[in-house]
């Protein structure tokens, strides 16, 4: 006799995000481009992702589950070009299953700094499709000081964040580390 598994919503919306969003395989990182080739790399959307060989999906149902109030966890002292805010629409382009009930969604979106620059962010949800945690992973600006911040995401779930701050002919680098847990949060690690 043959057996059938009832489908729920949950699951149709699962196998849909599976379907139009590559999944990511661990090591995934994304090395910031930082010599000058073009300022259309810079402000173009399309041609950043293309540069770093990552598709956006168009599926209006994940990229309208994007929060677009993500705070950095970087203080304005260390990193005012984090702050600035969102511009226009944020496209999914990677999965993360972090455990049975918590998926991670990579969006791409463009910011306004002095120009408008690309940027990467990684949110976790629920089974219901609830936001649960945000994160910047890779961005970059430019205005009369410059930086920019990039990450490697391994096999245990780890993202280590570069942090790089230039201004007046002085150069910063931090590095944090973020767990993310198996209830989607991420968890400063050093």
Known sequence: ??????????????????EDTKKVLEPF??????????N??????DTFLFRH?????????????????TEDFVSDKQANFMHYPFNGNAFAVKKLKVSNTVNAVFYAYLFNSEIIQPRIEIQTFNNRQINIDNLIIASKFSSECSGFRDFC???HKI?????????????????????IDDNGKFVLTY
Do not use: V
Not at 29 to 38: E, Q
Not at 40 to 45: A, G, I, V
Not at 53 to 69: E, P, R, S, V, Y
């Open 53 to 69: 060989n990552i598709a956006k999906t168009n599926d209006l149902n994940l990229n309208g589950k994007f929060h677009k109030k």
């Open 1 to 18: 006799m043959k057996s059938t598994i009832p489908i729920s919503r949950n699951n149709i919306e699962d196998e849909k995000i599976d």
């Open 159 to 179: 993202i280590t964040l570069n942090n790089y701050y230039y201004c007046d002919g002085i150069e910063y680098k931090n590095i944090y580390k973020y767990k």
């Open 153 to 155: 995401i391994d096999k």
């Open 40 to 45: 259309y790399y810079e402000t173009n959307l």
């Open 29 to 38: 990182c994304l090395k910031i481009d930082t010599l000058p080739k073009s």
